[in-house]
Structures are given as C-alpha cells and as structure tokens.
C-alpha cells in the first residue's frame, strides 16, 4: 500500500485590493480582501520538487490588482468571476480556481446634511462575501455576509426542551436573542441576478427584517423563517445556509444586593456560546 | 537603600454591563464594557498579604451590575460619575477611583422603512469612550472613541518633507489619506454638557465633517485641524488629544503589465504604519 | 417546489475545561476548549419551533465539566471519545456527535533547576487539536495541531516556476522558508494508539525534523515530505492533512543606503500571503 | 484664550524586522517588531502644513531596516540604543526618540537530540520587550516581557477582604492563581548590564521562580515578592513595574450532577477579570 498525494490546492490569501472610481469628482470605493486558490494536477511540485506547472500566488496577487484596473470591480461577484476566469486560463494544470472575496462597506462622510465627494467612513457592519467556484466546465456563485451581529431585546424564548440528568437550564419565556450572523446563499445555475450589488442589499433585508418581525422560540427557528423568506422573494436563489452564535446574554441575579431585575441588566458573555447552523434549501421532489 | 512599594492600582476590567429600557414598547439598548479601577494605600495586601482593605474586583463588577439598574446609564458618562463616586465610597482606602466605559453603538433594524422597537444591529463603527476619573477631592471626565476608520480618496499630499540618507520616500502629490481615528476630550471644571449624549454626537460630527473638508498637507495638519474645530466649537471643551495611525494606500504599480493606474488601484498594507498623536489645547496666556 | 430544512446542527463552542490533577503534590494540568456538535433530526425545532428533541446547548457545557471529572482527561482523544459518546447516548433524536477539543499546553516552572510540583508556564506553541466523530454506528478519531511557527533561514528555493504575462516573481536560490503550520491525521479503523499523548509527540517530532532537515523546492514539497515520514512511521495512520500559510520574509533592498544584504534582513510581511494545503494519503490500490 | 498644539508625537509602528546571522552555518535569528517615534518642534507640520522638519516614518522604517545589517541586532536593547541615537541624530527638530521593541524568541528544532543549525519553531512563551527613550541629554532604557502566562494550581488563597452591601464572593483558602503577566524594568543610569540578553534570563527567571516558590495570599502579594527579589538580586535595576490581569478559574459546581469537585474542574473565564498593577522601587531615603 503506497503512499501517494491526495486532495491539495494552493493561492493567495488576503490581498487588499482597494479600488477607487475617480472618473467625475464624485468617487466610489470598493474596498476587498481578496482570496485565489488553484487546485489540479500539481502532484510534481508536491512529489518531485518541480515547479513548472506552478503559477506563483505571487502572480495570482498581480493578477488581483490588475484585474481591480483592467475589468475593475463593478461588484465582488462581477470581479471574482473575472479574475478566476483568468486564473483558470493562465494555468493549464490547475482543473478548478476559487475566488474568494470579503468587502468592507464605506459611507460617505456627512457634511451640511449630505454625503462628502470623496470623504468616506468605514460602516463597520457586516462584511460582504461572494464566493466563485470555476471549472473547466462550470461557474457556482455564492453571496454572503459574515459578523452581522443583531439582537432582540425581546420576542424571544427558549421552553420545552428535552431534559437529562446534566440539565440546569431553566425555561425562558423572554430573553433577550442576539448573533453575530454569517449566511451564504447560492444561486441556481442561470439564475443569477443582473445587478449584484441589488440582490445583496435586499436579501441582506429580508434577512434582518425577518429577524426583527419573527417571535423566536428558537435561534433555530429564527434562522429556518429567514431562509424560507429568502427563498420564497428570490427564485434564482438554491439555498442559503445561516452560521449563528447564540451570544448569550445572562439576567444578573440583583436579588443579593436588594433589587429586582425584570429583563434590564444583563452580563455580555463571550465563551462558552451556542453555535447553530443550517441551511434552508429547495425540494426537488 | 530599601525596597518599597511604588505606584498601584486594582480594579476588575472588562465588565460587559446591557442595559435595556423597556418601560414602553419602544426598548433602548446601552451596551457597555466597563472598567474599574481604585487606587490609594493598599500596601498592606502587597507587603503583608493583609486584604481587609482591599474591596474585592468580585465586588466592583456586581456593584457596576447594579448600578446599571440603580442610577441606570443615562449616559456612558452619567453612569461613569455615578459609579466611581460609590467605589470611592465603598473603599476607604482608597484615594482615588477610575471608571472606564466602552460603549458600542446599535442601531434599529429597518421594517418597512421605519425603525423596529426591539430588534437591533450593532452599528459597528467607532466605539465611544467614557472615563471618569475620580478623587476626595475633584472629578475629571474626558469623552471620545476610538476606531473611527476614515479614508478619504483625494485632497491629500505629503511633500516638502526632511531628507536623509535613509529617504527613498518620493513626495506624493495625490493620496489616499486613511486613519482608524482615537480621540479624547476633557471638560474644563464646571464646563460639563447637561446632554453627554448630544455634546458627543457634535463632536463626533465636527471631527469626520473637518476630516472631510480639510485639504491635507499631512496627517499632522489634519488633525490639528480637527481638533481646533472642536475647541472653538464647544467652549467647555479644555483640550483633544488624537492617536491616528496612517494606514498607508499604496499606489501599486501596473506598469509591467502595461497598465496605466491614475490613482485608481491601491494596496492596504497592514504594517508598518505611521503613527501621529497630537493634543490640541487652549494657551492660558 | 417547495422549500425545506437542509443540513443542520448545533451545539455548545468553546467550553474552557480546565483538569487539575492533583492526587499527589506533582500535578497536572489539562487545559481544554471543548465545542460539541449534535446532527439528527430536529427540524420540528426549526419548522414548528418545538424544542423537545432538543438537548439544550447548556446541558452540553454541563457535561463536558461533568465529564472532566467523571471519567478525566487521559488525554484530549480519550475525553472526546467519552463526551461525544455520551451526547449521543442522551439525545435519541441526534445520529451524529462530533466533539472538537483543543489543548493547551503548560510547561512546569524551573526552579534550581527542576520542574516545580504545581506552577505552570504555558508553553504557547502549536494548540493541540482532537476530533471525534461518532455516528450510531461508527467512530473516527483525528489528532493533530494548529500553529506550529516554524521557519527555515537557508535550505529553501523557488525557481522554474510557470510565468505569465502577470508574473514578476524572480527566481530564488536561497530564502527563508516560514509558516505556522496546520496538521491533522486520521487513523484508520482499529488502530487507534494506546497512548494518545506519546503518538501525538511522536508525529510532532517528525514533522518538524522532517521540515528541518529536507531540502525545500516549494513549500509543496515540504509538505508531502513531512506527511509521507509520517505515513512511513505509524502504520495506524491513514492520512494527514496540511494547511501552511506561506510567511513571507522579504529580502530588503538596503542597495539604496550603500549596504549588501546577503540574505540577512528581512521583512516578516503580514498579507497577503501563499496559503498550500495539502493531504498525503494511503494508495488503496 | 488662544487653540494652540500641545503635546504631539509621530512615528512608525510595527516595522517587522527579521535579522538573521548567517556567518557560520550555525545560523541565529533576531526577530524584532519595532516602533519609532520622535517628538520635539513639529509645530509648523501641524498649524502650517509645513513638513521640512518632518523625517518621514518612511525614513524611519528604512533607517530600522539598515541599522540592523550596519550595527545588528545583538541584543533588543543594544539595537534600540542605537536606532534612536541615529534617529535623534537626523532628526534636527526633534528633542526626544523613543524606540520600542518587541522580540519573538526562536527555538532550535530538535533532530536526533539536538538543535538543528538553520530550523526553528517560535517559542511562543512572553514577548520580549525594550524600550530605549532618549533625549539631547540623556537615555533611559528599559527591559521587559508581556504575556507570560503562569499557574499555579495551589498555593493562593484570598481571605479577609472587606466586604460591602455589593459583596457576594466567599473566602477561598485554595484557588487557582493565573495570570499573562506583563513586566517592565528600568535600569539605574549607568548601571546597565554588559550582557542584556544573559540580564534578561536572568530576572525572567526570578519572577517566574519566585511566581512558583511564594505561598500567594493575592496577586498583589505575588507581584510584590516577585519585584522584591528582582530588585535583591540586580542593583542596577531601579524598579521594576508589573500588570497582571487575573485570570479567574472558576470552580463548577457539580453537585447537581452528584459529583464532588475537590479543586479538580475549572471554568477558565474570559472577561470580565482583575487587573492589578504595581511597581516595586527602591527608597531614596
């Protein structure tokens, strides 16, 4: 029984591309980190030391910025299926190229009630995500966010669960639900949106708005009314899975020092947290 | 020559106190991150191991607890005097008492175009500071924040500037000037706002609107700008102090790849970075 | 085509489990972060909001301090076989456990040159990692480590690499070779080792002897060279995953300021950065 | 009452110099993160936007580059002495540098039981830090670590404190005591070491012995006897100044689940935790 190579892939991560539209006096910023991997027929680098089927991550960074210039950045999606278009096609062993792309939202600065030309402030929200998956055969796209963090201050309750000899937890019937979010919804082959930038926007809505508007007796329930809106607004939409912490938030016991504490004061808990995970996904049937 | 106890201090840090207001519908959500600290004659737990003086952190993190639900936190600020005027009472010992408060931002999650009464996401941008500093004798409060990330695309340069043997610097006509921006703020006695909430939203304001229409001959300028705008403004305020690291935007060259780049595609480096601080004062002459 | 619960789980993360030993004066310290996974059947939690399927996330974190005691910490493998047992034992609708534990190591405190019998200085290398993934019916144990640094100052090149017309990369004939290394390697059915602590070190050792002493064409080879030595070495090991961010040390140009650098300053770079994976595994054939 | 600039600085931060000494093939790495700031008249670069007293911090940045190939990197201290000589020396406006090094140390990798000549793994223990500020006049330098963290599994108690309305914590004869210690200490003028790196050892040494050896009935006891000892045993150590967050272990209580917990199983919190402070000096009387 030999020893042989198996799955491998190989890029760069975390390249900061920031590009700035400048052509009136009214600029836009598309600010990104962007992530390239190769995977393919790349057995000789790993087995023989011989890297001529390689394309250098350093290249792959140059091809980064370059195509931020050349096709720009009209959205992460539009430019991640350009540049691993391009990766694919400068190197002939690699089978598949994945470009990963994180955007970090910028406002304009506000002066006298209206947003400054050229002067911008870093939103500090959610970060952007879009994912292509390219092979020689096809193209997957898949939008997202991560660190989305919301919270309920009510409309919210964890009761009738199941019970062992490990168990303290008490019912809850109103507490206080908070995450920081990430999802990720793929799109159906042909399906996707014209305008990227849109769709994100108001699937990142539905998202929030569903939150807000949806009694929780879960975070499990909370995340499969998010999906099911999403799906139900966005045919082109396959599936769109939800990654959530429960960060806790504890009712302090004010009791010892004399006072009552209804739903006011709570401690911020960092570790141990809930993580709950699911993705809500079309019948085929 | 002995050896003698010098400076101390001892406190419990990081305290992560959510206070919501629920008396109507229409919930409020103050989300802290509270620091304490006393300091005075406790040489006593240091040389002799003797703690009867000593109020234990145990006790300062349930005190800052119920105070969020015993004086509330009408302001970080107002939270801050209140909480610090206990601590120093509660330790005899003690000769001075500092209260320290991170406040992080939520904002109402949009339904239908208005502002949802009990669902939240966190702002995310800078997070805004409180410190209260606190003897027998006299209170000091300074507001501010901190990681305040702006970026402005034009209306920048660096030229003119001392060169050595170890310049290779070229003067930079057009640049991206970008900083994740600390500011503190200090009351002259007697001067402090009936409104914390609303004097820090002015300054906050006049900060990013100064940043926005300043044209830039260097970090330095713009800061001491800022901070000139901010003591003219509000004459309660004593002085500014600002830390501003210069996140450099590095024009990436294209040239071998037979591109032209007008400022248009930048690299966001990490390290290093230029790190400016300036206090803007009042001349008491 | 309707719309249903995909893919879903959930569970208790980052449960900071510390074992004291202490049954005689020389102690132990085990220090642990343990994050557990229940899969199954719970979409009436998701669908219907009905909990009693459900055991609570908190019930987890009660068991895996129970645990600590119960049946000990022998080693992280040992422990999560125990925990993910018991999770599924008490969750009839769960088909599925996976208990992830990462350990931290602690070195004993030199004094007058031995090891003191209960003060710790944590060792801050690599974090140990253990994986345990048990269904009803099967159950697959994978050691390995996270953030190993390590770094090679002479015996590393790159060169011959595939050029495009986005390629700027020289060859290099001499550089430092860095990365904080990822390892995980799964056993096969029923050769489990006796001693999970003592494996564990062993294939540590080999990892870094064997990044020390081959010469390195690319970090590709680097990696298959430390997975085929261990594959080599334990019999019971089916295969062992990498992932190893390429540091990159830049060579400074110092030509500027009159002095040579013979490969001997250089800038420890932050991103972006090579990111290799790679698993070397058995041949079935 | 006039705006006028008050105390100001400026620099550069976080250069990540790698020294390697390559002049036998038993090769030595000196891993440095190094910041530089200068202070003085830059008054006109603030008010005027004026910067030809302004060396850039890119000049900095290349100045830290070179002198670790023109002078090296023998020590953290001696290549901060010399860098900020240089950097007082270019800079005419300036009337103090300041020069600030963190180093990570580099352990030989072990091949056949012994160290390799050019393979290391990060040590991954304290941070090692010197500071060096110097004027026309005078230098002050000062050696330390950060992030050292230490247990011990008994021998701390903390008993006897004052208590409050507030106050909710019990005695505890036998705790936990756990800490990421930070140290700093500064050397009377003209009594700095010969040999920085053996001085260094050498009261890295006693601390973390006497952490071990010292029955603790507080932190601050701990931190005191730590100083005392350093301060006994090196008389060119003017005081010595630590901060310590108290890193709480929490005892779970297992009684629900009918178990004992004789010090056994700990929750190892995040935040909040206790942060004590104190420096150890010598009496001038």
Chains 1, 2, 3, 4 share one sequence.
Do not use: C
């Amino acid at each position: 029984m030999g020893i042989v190579l198996g799955a491998n892939q190989y890029g760069k991560a975390e390249t900061r591309v920031v590009r700035i539209y400048r052509d009136t006096p009214r600029h836009e910023v598309r600010d990104l980190n962007v992530s390239t991997t190769l995977r393919g027929d790349f057995s000789a680098a790993h087995v023989d030391g011989d890297q001529s089927a390689v394309l250098p991550t350093d290249t792959q960074k140059n091809t980064a910025f370059a195509y931020a210039e050349e096709v720009g950045v009209a959205s992460p999606e539009d430019y991640a299926l350009a540049l691993s278009g391009r990766l694919l096609e400068a190197s002939p062993a690699a089978t598949g190229a994945r470009v990963a792309v994180d955007e970090y939202a910028w406002d304009r600065i506000e002066v006298d009630g209206s947003g400054h030309d050229h002067a911008f402030v870093r939103r500090g929200q959610e970060v952007r995500t879009a994912v292509v998956g390219r092979t020689r055969e096809a193209v997957a796209v898949e939008s997202g966010f991560r660190d989305l963090v919301v919270l309920k201050s009510t409309g919210s309750q964890f009761t009738g669960f199941l019970r062992d000899e490990y168990t303290t937890l008490a019912d809850a019937d109103d507490r206080i639900l908070a995450t920081s979010l990430d999802a990720a919804w793929r799109f159906r082959p042909g399906a996707a949106p014209d305008d990227w930038d849109a769709s994100y926007l108001d699937v990142r809505g539905l998202v929030t708005s569903t939150f807000a508007t949806t009694y929780s007796r879960a975070l499990q329930e909370t995340l499969y009314a998010m999906g099911r809106t999403v799906l139900e607004a966005h045919d082109g939409v396959a599936e769109i899975s939800f990654s959530a912490p429960n960060k806790h938030h504890v009712l302090v016991d004010l009791a010892p020092f004399g006072l009552e504490n209804p739903g006011e004061v709570f401690h911020a808990a960092d570790r141990p947290y809930g993580l709950i995970e699911a993705t809500v996904t079309r019948d085929d049937g």
